[in-house]
């Protein structure tokens, strides 16, 4: 079932401690580093140096993800805020280099060209070593800060749609694994634009490009 929803309540953002269980942590890290999309990432040049996949996805969809993503599916349960009908999931991994400069999201813009913001998203830090350096996610309302979050594995983290965000580099050797979702409530005109269920990956393209060769 879906939470009570906090999109009215949530000033800037909000943090949530011990999310899941350690078990299913470990279970989504594996399941994410095993995933045969999961690649270099097809988001845009403001995440340098990083890896992951993206999911775009209707809420009446909702099933279709979990049947062939079944590890995504208590953190869709937990996360996913009822009033939003349109979303964009996706790993996301940073290492040593890695950084995510300042943007807002709006990452179905390239089915909606006059799409706004999301109303929130959501973070849950999957994997944060204890010796990681770097990696904080700052946050800027009309380019005052109004958060810097360091990662801690096991925290859910929700914040608004419309803050410039970005993630500092990280300088140290151990990697930073987070599943972020970016959730929409779109009119009706705007989410008829949206796939209902579709996947984005570099390492698809590449399966494409493999296969339009040998024929």
Do not use: W
């Not at 909606?112 to 994997?127: E, G, H, N, R």
């Not at 990662?151 to 694994?177: E, K, W």
Request: glycine share 4%; proline share 6%.
């Amino acid at each position: 079932m879906n939470p009570t929803s906090i999109c009215a309540a949530l000033s800037y953002y909000r943090r949530q401690s011990q999310a899941f269980s350690a078990q299913y942590l470990s279970e989504l890290q594996g399941q994410i580093f095993a995933c045969p999309y999961f690649a270099v990432n097809n988001l845009n040049r403001d995440f340098v140096g990083t890896k992951g996949f993206s999911i775009v996805f209707r809420r009446s969809h909702i099933e279709s993800v979990t049947q062939r993503f079944p590890y995504f599916k208590l953190y869709l349960d937990r996360a996913l805020q009822p009033e939003c009908n349109a979303f964009y999931l996706n790993p996301l991994l940073l290492q040593s280099g890695s950084r995510v400069d300042p943007h807002i999201d709006r990452s179905l813009r390239s089915y909606c060209k006059t799409i706004a913001p999301p109303t929130l998203v959501s973070v849950l830090y999957v994997t944060v070593p204890s010796d990681l350096v770097g990696g904080e996610l700052v946050l800027r309302s009309h380019k005052h800060q109004v958060g810097k979050i360091t990662p801690q594995a096991n925290h859910l983290v929700f914040f608004q749609g419309d803050l410039t965000h970005s993630v500092n580099a990280v300088t140290s050797p151990s990697v930073r694994l987070s599943l972020v979702c970016e959730q929409y409530n779109l009119e009706e005109t705007e989410l008829r634009d949206i796939p209902e269920f579709t996947l984005e990956s570099r390492a698809k393209q590449s399966e494409k490009a493999r296969s339009t060769k040998r024929k």
